[in-house]
């Protein structure tokens, strides 16, 4: 399934874009597309299927996640951010 990844901080400084597409029937899934697709943002945030500490994900706006078993559906949207992103 496609989901929709917008990122922030870190992330977004690594990847060089502020949205792509990525796929997968779980988070983890998603995180191994996402490095794979780019390195950088695999060094720098991604650990196989798993976030390197002091990143997040949120899934639809509603909550976050970071368990790579978490469940997606097509056409979620999944934020990936960098602890220190906020305002």
Same mark, same amino acid.
């Given at each position: 399934?496609?989901?929709?990844?917008?990122?922030?901080?870190?992330?977004?400084?690594?990847?060089?874009?502020?949205?792509?597409?990525? $796929?997968?029937?779980?988070?983890?899934?998603?995180?191994? =597309?996402?490095?794979?697709?780019?390195? #950088?943002?695999? *060094? @720098?945030?991604?650990?196989?299927?798993?976030?390197?500490?002091?990143?997040?994900?949120?899934?639809?706006?509603?909550? $976050?996640?970071?368990?790579?078993?978490?469940?997606?559906? =097509?056409?979620?949207?999944?934020?990936? #951010?960098?602890? *220190? @992103?906020?305002?």
């Amino acid at each position: 399934m496609q989901v929709t990844v917008e990122l922030f901080g870190i992330p977004r400084a690594r990847a060089g874009i502020a949205h792509t597409a990525a $796929f997968g029937s779980t988070l983890g899934d998603v995180f191994v =597309d996402l490095a794979q697709r780019y390195p #950088l943002l695999g *060094d @720098a945030c991604i650990h196989g299927r798993f976030l390197k500490p002091g990143y997040t994900a949120n899934l639809r706006g509603e909550r $976050f996640v970071t368990d790579p078993a978490t469940r997606l559906m =097509d056409g979620d949207s999944i934020l990936l #951010l960098s602890l *220190d @992103a906020g305002g």
